[in-house]
């Protein structure tokens, strides 16, 4: 990787010449497309149940604002064993909802001497989102598969 920019892509003046240590990209988005404004293109999440299961995607991007702030972010979190979720929004946000359901998942999973089914993580994460609406930023897909429905997104 050189530190000579490409139209429509700035680099930060970082030291190094074959890595860039600080993984900071300014996208030119008005540039690029031709008009005055920013685009903004968002996270890209999905999950897709078929009859063995469920694939879950995601795109690899975090942003702040029109800034690419880390290119190999991981938007799939596993909560449990066969249960994860599709994050979007607010990495902070979306991180510690994820953090309190994977712990009560794992508490009630102990409790009950089985493995929790899906539609409790969904249930958890639309307990906490709900609660806290107004102060959250945060899109979650949850999926997985347990053996009372198999596959599930939610």
């Known amino acids: 990787r050189t530190s000579t920019p490409t139209k429509g892509t700035t680099r930060c003046a970082c030291p190094s010449i074959n890595t860039h240590p600080c993984a900071m990209d300014y996208v030119d988005a008005a540039a690029a497309s031709g008009t005055s404004q920013a685009v903004s293109t968002g996270t890209t ?5 078929y009859d063995g299961g469920v694939v879950l995607g995601a795109d690899s991007r975090t942003s702040t604002g029109i800034y690419v702030a880390n290119r190999v972010s991981d938007k799939l979190t596993a909560v449990h064993d066969r249960i994860y979720c599709c994050r979007s929004g ?11 359901v994977r712990r009560f998942l794992s508490e009630h999973a102990m409790d009950k001497g089985k493995l929790p089914t899906v539609k409790t993580a969904s249930n958890l994460f639309q307990q906490i989102c709900y609660e806290h609406k107004g102060k959250l930023m945060a899109g979650i897909i949850c999926a997985g598969w347990d053996s009372v429905r198999g596959g599930q997104v939610f």
């Open 45 to 49: 999440i999905m999950a897709v149940r």
């Open 90 to 100: 607010s990495a902070a946000d979306t991180q510690a909802v994820s953090d309190y």
